[in-house]
């Protein structure tokens, strides 16, 4: 996986990245009181998957925020 871009804004992290698999992702981190929440670009249209779609998706969202973690 490689950075391509990153942008921190005080309590927002934005991060573009090559995933291993070629694909580029997005991700930001907004740092809250209550912890960090996630925003990927596998969240978009997360509500129209169902069944194995859905899963597949919420996968890909965990696959990116390990890749952040690792990058960042």
């Known amino acids: 996986m490689t950075k391509l871009e990153e942008h921190t804004y005080g309590a ?16 930001d981190v907004f740092l809250r009181k209550d ?11 997360m509500s129209l998957y169902k069944d194995k779609e ?10 990116i925020i390990k890749a952040f ?3 960042y």
């Open 35 to 45: 912890g960090e929440y996630y925003f990927t670009s596998a969240d978009y249209g």
């Open 12 to 27: 927002h992290i934005y991060m573009r990245m090559r995933l291993d698999n070629g694909r580029i992702e997005e991700i």
């Open 54 to 63: 859905l899963e597949e998706r919420k996968a890909s969202r965990e696959e």
């Open 69 to 71: 973690k690792k990058l």
